[in-house]
T-cell receptor, first 115, second 115 residues
């Protein structure tokens, strides 16, 4: 079945540092890939997405590229801010083994950015 | 404003009581989902529905029940059979199409505590 593996957290960075959160997946066919962000006590918000190989999703300075050859969708940001402190989830949907838009989530990575 | 509402934000119940969590969306989405989130963990799918009057079990459906009598509403009942119901519950909705797996939009969540 489908699965998503994220780098283990927590991750602690200083403001303006470079961020990478690794995400790899297992799926048959051509899934869509997503990064969601969750601030404390809130629901998830879509951060960015990519629906086919070599697509780059970007939003608010965050980027991720859909790499089918390495089955990866790593999240990057060149200069993090304190306000980026949150939990980040990698997810996939579609492919041959899921119906509709059912999502498979990674375990989440807690990011803390210190001033 | 279009979106998903969940109520209440905090809910306390005594052990052995059934409790129903509300989820309403005005996005005109066909599909709706319920997830459970435990501290420091990812999301696990409880139930989902892709059309009115039809729903499917997710990965952890035991001890839960749902109904989908209206497109806008997808209430979740946590029954006394659920052995460890204290958790954060998230509702989501999405478009359904055959060609593309769409992102899900999430509500703000309900934190259920069983005393």
């Amino acid at each position: 079945g489908n699965s998503v593996t994220q780098m283990e957290g927590p991750v602690t960075l200083s403001e303006e540092a470079f961020l990478t959160i690794n995400c790899t997946y297992t799926a048959t066919g051509y899934p869509s890939l997503f990064w969601y962000v969750q601030y404390p006590g809130e629901g998830l918000q879509l951060l960015l997405k990519a629906t086919k190989a070599d697509d780059k999703g970007s939003n608010k300075g965050f980027e991720a590229t859909y790499r089918k050859e390495t089955t990866s969708f790593h999240l990057e940001k060149g200069s993090v801010q304190v306000s980026d402190s949150a939990v980040y989830f990698c997810a996939l949907s579609g492919g041959l083994e899921t119906s509709g838009s059912r999502l498979t989530f990674g375990e989440g990575t807690q990011l803390t950015v210190n001033p | 404003d279009g979106g998903i509402t969940q109520s209440p934000k905090y809910l306390f119940r005594k052990e052995g009581q059934n409790v129903t969590l509300s989820c309403e969306q005005n996005l005109n989405h066909d599909a709706m989902y319920w997830y459970r989130q435990d501290p420091g963990q990812g999301l696990r799918l409880i139930y989902y529905s892709q059309i009115v009057n039809d729903f499917q079990k997710g990965d952890i459906a035991e001890g839960y029940s749902v109904s989908r009598e209206k497109k806008e509403s997808f209430p979740l009942t946590v029954t006394s059979a659920q052995k460890n119901p204290t958790a954060f519950y998230l509702c989501a909705s999405s478009i359904v199409s055959e060609r593309i797996a769409h992102e899900q939009f999430f509500g703000p969540g309900t934190r259920l505590t069983v005393l």
